[in-house]
């Protein structure tokens, strides 16, 4: 069956395993959590549930009633659709809410130096104890074709069980695309994939090279319908956990991924306002946010 398919892959996930396991693990059980969410938000509140056509557009865009396959295995996701446009929707808003769960530890760090390290307080108790709060942050690539989805059998603790697995050509395209990128959360497609949208998703690919373009997938942060000055202030929702990650990664590898992220952020994030009509004040708005939080000089790099 030819259907829409992400390859999601954790950036950092193996640096995050070698130095803490329990980390690593809780950095999916995150990516859990907005997974059940959704789903519970799904069957308590439907999109059709609302009788405002815009209150149900909006709902629905925040749940994962698209999702035919959801198969997640180590820092690895397959995720397949069969409405491709309801699932780009559906695929960003993942992705932005899975950054948001943890974001607010970035952005206001008891340690700048170690944003992700976090003292939580369990209740009624009061106790303390220190985890850390890797980054869900996902690079992955994009496709459409042929996906057969089966069960096969498996081992755990040496006992049987049964397991899905899937395979087909658009899991092989996409696995392929994905190593295109290399830095940053960035979802990348071959060109002619965005054929399989309507015009309204059509406009938030951008692209990359002549034959590979990438979703704008924060773009989706932002309304379209909430007066623009309400959604030009969202900016912060996302820029200021990644600059609070970029800051702190500042002579390390990993670097080069928050850079990446941020100047993604400002493309979305103009991608939006073209589209909505506002360019300008977002292009003012984002050149105040990069001389104030990194630096007047990356300006013009970052809008590049």
């Given at each position: ?197 309507g015009a309204d998703i059509q406009r938030y690919f951008w692209p990359v090279t002549d034959s590979i373009s990438e979703l704008l997938w924060p773009a989706f ?84």
């Amino acid at each position: 069956m030819k259907l829409v398919f992400a390859f999601l892959d954790v950036l950092g996930f193996s640096s995050y395993s070698e130095r803490d396991l329990a980390g690593a693990q809780l950095l999916l059980r995150h990516q859990e959590f907005i997974l059940r969410q959704k789903l519970n938000d799904g069957h308590s509140h439907p999109a059709a549930s609302y009788g405002d056509p815009s209150s149900a557009s909006l709902a629905e865009a925040h749940l994962v009633d698209s999702f035919k396959h959801f198969l997640p295995f180590s820092d690895s996701v397959f995720i397949a659709s069969d409405s491709p446009d309801k699932f780009a929707k559906q695929l960003s808003h993942f992705l932005i809410e899975c950054l948001q769960l943890v974001g607010h530890a970035y952005d206001d760090a008891a340690d700048p130096a170690r944003p992700e390290a976090v003292d939580v307080t369990v209740f009624p108790a009061g106790t303390k104890h220190s985890e850390h709060w890797y980054p869900p942050l996902w690079r992955g690539g994009l496709a459409f074709g042929e996906i057969d989805v089966f069960d096969v059998t498996g081992l755990r603790d040496r006992q049987v069980y049964t397991t899905p697995n899937a395979a087909g050509p658009a899991v092989v395209k996409a696995v392929g695309v994905e190593r295109f990128g290399g830095r940053g959360p960035r979802l990348f497609c071959e060109r002619e994939f965005i054929q399989n949208f309507g015009a309204d998703i059509q406009r938030y690919f951008w692209p990359v090279t002549d034959s590979i373009s990438e979703l704008l997938w924060p773009a989706f942060l932002y309304s379209l319908e909430n007066p623009a000055h309400i959604e030009l202030s969202q900016f912060h929702e996302l820029w200021g956990p990644a600059v609070g990650l970029w800051k702190s990664k500042q002579g390390h590898k990993a670097f080069e991924h928050y850079d990446e992220f941020l100047k993604l952020l400002v493309r979305s994030f103009l991608c939006w306002a073209r589209i909505r009509g506002c360019e300008q004040k977002a292009r003012d708005k984002a050149r105040a946010c990069i001389a104030n939080d990194l630096s007047e000089s990356l300006i013009e790099t970052y809008f590049r």
